[in-house]
């Protein structure tokens, strides 16, 4: 995108000079120097939002005019008439807002005239200082003040303030421009209450504190250039702690938490040594700030030289459940100070860039930490959320600058401010996978060599001072990307990327194969199958690799546009009688067994499709069960061992059930999928009806856990080996799972399990079992069968004294270890949080009355932030089932006024993806017009500050309605006047025509949105259009009315067909006028056989009005009324017409039909 701005940001100073925590104030001044590049500059567009700006100097001489819109404050304009309430609509308005304040664009909120005394500066292209004074009270985003209520000083009660702002949010707390394309030096000044702290980017130069004065003031400057979203503050009563291994890192936490804190980042020490080595280059920046705080906006926050991080990633050593989060997200954090924060994308469409290397350079990481079994699985569930994102939602388009917006969107994936959450969070995991796939294209070692090249020339081009460009090479573009990628490896991957970045969609094969025993080879099959939703057509390399008698062979065979067979010939010859051992691909070999007999005539043990994950696709292999469990049970790939599991769900037999259960007694599995394999042993247990003896697992658990002298006592609580525990933790859930003929969960395995949590000791252990209790009690919570009030058809309340056996002895634990909880509570309050899961399932299992008020403290502001976001996921289940208007209200409410920002994010999150009705749900006392309403000025003006608080409200509102106008809102106040005298119509004056057309869904068309769609009354044209035919003969009509899918209705008028006098005439125009969805207008044929069709309410002898005021409800019309009359007077004589008939099915006749049907309408004369 090339850069629209009159002038270049060279510098920018930015003071803070005044915090004060109790009114949530902020005041500082900013000053910018820039670079004119035209002549005839005389104005400057900065983005600035809900900051008050007391002046504007320019040179430390003038001060100037400055004037302040933000369109985006309320993005449609009231429509009290029309009430357009569909996302097309939105989403018109929204793009056009978004892109006036965009400062790639040239466009920003805050306009500033140059005095005319610096024409002349101007004219010489000399720099300009712009200095601005400005206040920030009460933010809504972009700034968060933690202030905890209680006695004592702020600095006792822990008191802080920081900066939560993402990409484009930067102008939320100070004028700038809000774009990662303009980067520039920094100077920055903190001023803060002696006692407190203050953390911002850059080295800090010096702190002065001036005699006995109570303030402070911290010096920071940046001399890298650096775009205004990298920058950063924290201000609070931050404990130092110098990182021992390496004196550059610094981390700064709240009192009382920096023993958690010395233990969590004890590793990154390792993390900065990986990436240098690996890249072969320093860290970019002289220093490295890690910044822990309560209420975070988001786990990790990373800008440049510094993070802001979640008090919820510190763990202590005795947790060892939360260690691979912390470390996996810490670790990102650092890889985004190399791209993302010291190299940043040049354009918003090449952002992708930016976030696919970090999250390669995070993964290797990982690989060299967690080992590459957990690397490959988190590429394998990657590619597979991906996948299913695109087949649900419609295809991610990475490069958005290079086509259009796919239709299928409700947002713009051209502004980063309209994304919605969900699609930018597996966007980044689309980017990290197609960078690995070029780099498997490339060649790893060729791929850090990229990377190197690309920091190297950044490196050389911070160090010098500002001209222009010279700060190019810190901006990274698709182009440029390729150009390096062409000079180091000489390898041309453009036709990669313009696969899996310049169009959105992922792979489908589906795949089988035939053994060719007379040519000794294999005949494959495979077929992309396009019917999906966000599928594309792949062409190029597909690497097939067969498992033979012989040994392992890798294939690679030529993906065609309308090619589907192929033909591979086996290696393996001879017989296979007199082979004792198969070799496999990783040097093991594996024995022959008489289960191979069955594949007697088949020299293929089994085939994998893909096996390096080079394709971003979804793989549909046909072959037999025996061979995915030879697969499973030989192939030492951790990818294909779960692609195994995954398939033998379908295969219920004793032979599958035998395979996972020497899986999963088998230390040499790799843990993951050892826990795969006990929940599909759930499944094929359940699906099995010759099962013998005890339950599955049952027996199994005792034999790993039990101790060595009875297998029935479990042994003490040891959990030095991470496999084993988790394995612990993970089957007794899937024992859960396990249900009888009666579909109840047997009563040894919840008798078990109940022995588990009773009779559980951790005295012996050094490792706390808090993850493990919990993971018993959601375990108890999925035994959990109906109650017999539940399958009654009685609708009584559930009474305690009725509880069984089975579930009184659930709520006694509950209840015990609820109680427990507020004495020593649990790391993260992660019982609690089972307990109150485990309470709804006895609510919903109607064991228990459904009291939903128990849970609504738990959700309170000041309970721990984990608690309440389970509190909210219960009571949004709560809300699907009561359909409680009170609660949706308050739900709402929290979702806009909590002083949690992430709170409101994940509220609002789950709503989405458990709505509290459907699109389809016409009759739910929830939809109705109050409650789109409320919506819509949600999504419109209340939520303006916080973007992604206005995109959470945008995906809900799709949620509930899609892209189309929802069905319970009445028709708009227009009408059509039609003359059936005069044989014309027009539309009512006072609404356009405009006014009427809206988004279709069906057809993809949109309603276009101009200046005349907001006209006053008197500005609006009448639409006219004749009826007859072209010589003006009065000549029957036909009128017909029709419900569309849209809940709204066509009109639709033609002339008969001309007389013999008329043959040369041109034929009468065709109005179709479709109300709620478009307008066209379209020239065809005449009909034949003219008749009259008509099933308006009323007609009259001289003119009707047809009013759309009122609610078409389904199945109002019916084809049975229509007029057969061939005379126009017989018709206008008729008496009036009521839809449905007999309004058994309208809900009444005449004007008086009621029971949800059509009211009578209005009715007017016309002269």
């Known amino acids: 995108m090339e850069n629209t701005r009159p002038f270049h940001l060279c510098h920018q100073v930015l003071c803070i000079t005044g915090i004060n925590f109790e009114e949530k104030i902020i005041v500082g001044y900013t000053e910018l120097t820039i670079l004119p590049l035209q002549s005839t500059l005389r104005k400057l567009k900065l983005n600035c939002r809900q900051c008050t700006i007391y002046r504007v100097l320019v040179n430390d001489t003038w001060e100037t005019d400055f004037s302040y819109n933000d369109p985006t404050l309320q993005i449609c304009p009231q429509d009290t008439k029309t009430k357009r309430r569909d996302l097309s609509t939105y989403l018109k308005h929204a793009e056009a807002c978004y892109s006036s304040v965009d400062a790639d664009n040239g466009g920003g909120e805050l306009l500033i005239h140059l005095p005319s005394d610096c024409s002349q500066l101007v004219k010489d292209s000399n720099p300009i200082r712009v200095a601005i004074e400005f206040a920030v009270q009460n933010p809504q985003s972009g700034v968060c003040f933690v202030v905890p209520k209680g006695e004592g000083s702020l600095r006792e009660r822990g008191a802080h303030v920081f900066s939560c702002h993402s990409e484009g949010n930067t102008r939320s707390w100070f004028p700038c421009v809000d774009t990662m394309s303009a980067p520039c030096t920094w100077k920055l000044e903190l001023t803060v209450d002696a006692e407190m702290v203050a953390v911002s980017c850059g080295d800090l130069l010096e702190t002065v504190r001036v005699g006995n004065e109570p303030v402070k003031t911290y010096h920071y400057l940046m001399s890298i250039p650096t775009a205004a979203p990298n920058i950063a503050f924290a201000v609070g009563p931050f404990e130092v702690y110098v990182d021992p291994h390496m004196h550059e890192v610094t981390h700064f936490c709240l009192p009382q938490v920096r023993p958690l804190m010395q233990y969590t980042i004890k590793f990154l020490h390792e993390a900065f040594e990986f990436y240098e080595e690996l890249l072969s280059t320093r860290f970019p920046y002289s220093c490295y700030k890690q910044v822990f705080v309560d209420e975070a906006y988001d786990s990790i926050l990373p800008y440049a030289s510094m993070t802001i991080l979640s008090t919820n ?94 239709s299928h969107l409700h947002y713009s994936a051209r502004h980063v401010l309209m994304n919605s959450s969900k699609y930018q969070e597996v966007k980044a995991k689309k980017a990290a996978l197609v960078i690995r796939i ?58 990669l990327l313009q696969v899996w970045a310049n169009q959105p969609g992922f792979a489908h094969f589906v795949a089988s194969y035939s053994y060719n025993k007379k040519h000794n080879s294999i005949e494959l099959s495979i077929k992309q199958d396009m019917t999906v939703p966000g599928t594309l057509k792949y062409v190029g390399p597909l690497q097939i690799t067969i498992q033979e008698f012989d040994g392992s062979f890798s294939h690679t065979i030529q993906i065609e546009e309308n090619k589907t067979k192929f ?16 070799p496999l691909s990783n040097g093991e070999e594996m024995d022959l067994d008489s289960d191979m007999s069955a594949l007697v005539d088949n020299n293929i043990l089994w085939m994998r499709i893909d096996p390096d994950m080079r394709v971003l696709c979804r793989l549909d292999l046909q072959q037999q069960d025996l061979q995915w469990q030879l697969q499973l049970k030989h192939e030492r790939d951790i990818v294909a061992q779960l692609q195994a599991i995954e398939v033998l769900e379908s295969y219920p037999s004793g032979k599958t059930r035998q395979t996972l259960v020497e899986l999963i007694e088998s230390d040499s599995y790799f843990y993951r999928v050892r826990i795969e394999a006990a929940m599909c042993l759930s499944k094929v247990a359940n699906a099995l009806s010759n099962w013998n003896g005890p339950p599955a697992m049952l027996v199994l658990f005792r034999k790993l856990f039990g101790a060595a002298s009875c297998n029935d006592i479990v042994r003490l609580n040891r959990f030095d080996s991470l496999q084993r525990y988790f394995l612990q933790k993970a089957v007794p859930v899937a024992m859960a799972h396990l249900r009888n003929h009666a579909r109840i969960c047997p009563k040894e395995v919840t008798t078990f399990l109940l022995d588990l949590i009773r009779f559980n000791d951790n005295r012996a252990n050094q490792y706390s079992d808090n993850y493990y209790i919990a993971s018993l009690i959601d375990a108890l919570s999925i035994a959990l069968s109906p109650s017999v009030a539940m399958l009654s058809t009685e609708k009584e309340e559930p009474v305690p004294a009725n509880l069984s056996e089975t579930a009184r002895e659930v709520l006694e634990i509950i209840v015990r270890y609820l109680n427990l909880e507020k004495r020593i509570p649990s790391y993260k309050y992660i019982i609690t949080r089972s307990c109150l899961k485990a309470l709804r399932q006895l609510q919903k299992y109607r064991h228990i009355p459904n009291f939903g008020h128990i849970f609504k403290p738990y959700a309170e502001y000041g309970v721990f932030e984990d608690v309440r976001l389970t509190a909210f996921e219960i009571l949004v289940d709560i809300l699907q089932v009561e359909q409680d208007a009170t609660m949706l209200d308050w739900l709402l409410e929290i979702a806009v006024t909590d002083p949690c920002f992430y709170i409101r994010h994940r509220l609002l999150q789950m709503l989405i993806d458990y709505p509290p009705y459907s699109k389809q749900a016409e009759t739910s006392a929830l939809n109705n017009e109050s409650t789109i309403e409320k919506l819509w000025k949600l999504m419109n003006e209340t939520s303006s500050i916080d973007t992604r608080l206005r995109v959470d409200f945008v995906d809900f509102y799709h949620t509930l309605y899609a892209r189309s106008r929802p069905g319970c809102m009445p028709i708009p106040e227009c009408g059509l006047v039609l003359n059936l005298r005069e044989k014309k119509a027009h539309l009512n004056p006072s ?57 709204s209705f066509t009109i639709v008028t033609s002339g008969v067909e001309p007389s013999s006098g008329d043959r040369g005439n041109p034929p009468a125009p065709k109005l179709r006028i479709k109300i709620g969805s478009e307008i066209m207008t379209k020239y065809e044929e005449e009909k034949k056989d003219a008749k009259m069709e008509t099933t308006l309410v009323d007609v009259k002898r001289e003119t009707m009005f047809l009013s759309m ?22 018709m206008g004589d008729s008496t009036s017409r009521h839809i449905g008939g007999d309004g058994s099915g309208g809900g009444g006749a005449g004007s008086g039909g009621g029971g949800g049907g059509f009211t009578s309408p209005e009715f007017i004369e016309v002269d």
């Not at 809206?998 to 005349?1012: K, M, N, P, R, Y």
């Not at 005021?1109 to 017989?1130: E, F, K, V």
């Open 313 to 406: 990633l510190l763990h202590s050593s005795k947790i060892l459940d939360q260690t691979w989060t912390s470390r996996r997200l810490m670790a990102s954090a650092v890889a985004r100070q190399f791209f993302g924060c010291f190299i940043t994308p040049a354009n918003p469409s090449s952002s992708w860039l930016t976030v696919g290397l970090s999250a390669h350079l995070a993964g290797l990481f990982i690989k060299r930490s967690f080992g590459n079994n957990e690397h490959r699985y988190h590429v394998q569930q990657d590619m597979k959320q991906v996948c299913q994102f695109e087949r649900q939602c419609g295809g991610i388009l990475l490069e958005s600058g290079v086509t259009p917006q796919p």
């Open 438 to 495: 070029v780099a498997e294209r490339i060649g790893f070692e060729l791929m850090l060599q990229v990377c190197n090249k690309i920091i190297s020339l950044a490196k050389i081009a911070a160090d010098q001072k500002f001209a222009s460009n010279t700060w190019t090479n810190l901006l990274l573009s698709s182009l440029s990307f390729l150009k390096t990628i062409s000079v180091v490896s000489g390898k041309n991957v453009d036709a």
């Open 567 to 582: 033909e591979i010939a086996c290696q393996t010859k001879g017989k296979r009688t007199k082979k004792k051992k198969v």
């Open 991 to 1047: 609404v356009s025509m405009a006014s009427m057309a809206f988004g279709d869904e069906q057809t993809g068309h949109d309603a276009d949105i101009s200046e005349d769609d907001f006209r006053p009354k008197g500005e609006h044209k009448q639409l006219h259009s004749s009826m007859n035919a072209g010589s003006g003969d009065p000549h029957r009509s036909s009128l017909k009315r029709e419900i569309t899918e849209e809940r």
């Open 1109 to 1130: 005021a009122h609610t078409l409800q389904p199945g109002m019309l019916s084809d049975d009324d229509s007029s057969d009359d061939d005379d126009d007077d017989d």
